[in-house]
């Protein structure tokens, strides 16, 4: 049983008018999952954190504070080692991304109507979907055991797409969703190495893409090198979006 862990990031910009949602999902093998949180729990026991959350260890906020020498410390030695505890363990990560008002702005009335403009369960469905791609071609016999994070916007709407997902006579076997599960993120150590893919994602979105700049900062470059072979992303955009519209309501 692979455990598939989802999380989804959030980020606008200085002047509020843009915003980028990526959903994320790390997946690790039973053991590989279990050689992850040891160190990843000690890391967080030092610091005197129940959780890891990206924005707050990043900004030096929360229970990441950096208010000592020490701490300062800690601080350049976790953000170097981080990106290779995640990497080396997990066995897969996808990441699903779209930008919020582009996507209400370029979608037809007719998809609105059908669908509506919640791109946190569409990219949900695509994760969930690219995943049983890779896994067909990789473990035919195998299965996901899926945990989303709790609180999100859109929590029971999803719990509704999955078992609609299970319970398609051809998207069932395809997706092979074994359970889906909702845990905080401080009980399901998997949904904080989604929380730092998707915090690096839309970091390098908002600071590097749209300044025409795709190379990514130091620790999130350390991560993809690391992963390499296992990630993939789709930043839904332009006339990639268009695209995924139109096929999409031909089918409607």
């Given at each position: 049983m692979l455990k598939a862990y989802l999380d989804v990031g959030r980020k606008t910009d200085a002047e509020k008018t843009e915003e980028i949602i990526c959903v994320v999902a790390t997946v690790f093998k039973p053991v590989a999952y279990k050689q992850f949180v040891r160190p990843w729990k000690r890391?967080?026991?030092k610091w005197g954190a129940s959780a890891f959350h990206a924005t707050d260890f990043y900004s030096g906020g929360g229970e990441f504070e950096r208010t000592t020498a020490e701490r300062k410390k800690w601080y350049e030695e976790d953000s170097r080692a981080i990106p290779s505890m995640i990497g080396k363990k997990l066995t897969?990560?996808?990441?699903?991304?779209?930008?919020?008002?582009?996507?209400?702005?370029?979608?037809?009335?007719?998809?609105?109507?059908t669908f509506g403009t919640d791109t946190y369960g569409i990219a949900v469905q695509l994760c969930m979907i690219s995943l049983g791609y890779w896994l067909k071609t990789t473990s035919p016999t195998e299965r996901f055991s899926f945990v989303q994070e709790s609180g999100d916007n859109g929590q029971g709407t999803i719990n509704n797409m999955v078992e609609q997902f299970r319970n398609d006579p051809q998207m069932g076997p395809h997706v092979r969703i074994a359970s889906f599960a909702t845990r905080d993120k401080g009980a399901a150590r998997g949904l904080e190495a989604s929380d730092f893919v998707a915090w690096h994602w839309n970091k390098h979105y908002m600071d590097r893409i749209r300044k025409n700049d795709m190379a990514p900062r130091k620790d999130f470059a350390a991560f993809m090198k690391i992963a390499e072979a296992r990630i993939s992303t789709a930043f839904v955009s332009g006339e990639k979006l268009k695209y995924f519209f139109s096929v999409v309501e031909d089918k409607l």
């Open positions: 890391m967080l026991d897969r990560v996808t990441a699903m991304s779209f930008l919020t008002e582009e996507f209400k702005k370029v979608a037809s009335p007719k998809w609105k109507e």
